[in-house]
């Protein structure tokens, strides 16, 4: 038998309901920023806070072509990301605080694959599957936008 405490189990209760009504809520919509890859032009919603970060692009069934989702995170650390709930398939680019790309992969809609940073990053950006390699957008290329100091 396992005791959880009430505490635990009213924690427990409480991110079982938030995911319940993210769902039934649908997708998260956050305020967008510019950011700029050379030539091309990217409508970046921004997410900042866990609980954002967390839900990303999930239960989203369409995005359009240059917009994408910039995730912040306060320290650089080796990020990982997966595709639990999140219906579009997704390129993902691991970017450092210069605006430069450390890695970029490509993942698959609603898998527990892990995607990793090659190195630690605060910033995460992810668009339609393809979007980077349609653009030529590599490891070593370079973002510009306010996040990047440009």
Known sequence: MIYIKPRALFGLLAIGLSVVCSAQDGPQKLPAIRLNAGIHNIQAEL??????????????KTMGNNDGMLFAFEEPAMQCFWMKNTLLPLSI???????????????KPQTLD????????????????????KRGIKAGSKLQGAPFGS
């Open 47 to 60: 997410a900042q806070t866990p609980d954002q970060r967390a839900t990303g692009l999930m239960f989203r």
């Open 93 to 107: 680019a691991f970017i450092a605080d210069d605006g430069s790309i450390v890695n970029v992969d490509d993942m």
């Open 114 to 133: 892990s995607h990793c940073s090659t190195k630690p990053v605060r910033f995460v950006l992810e668009m339609n599957r393809g979007w980077f390699a």
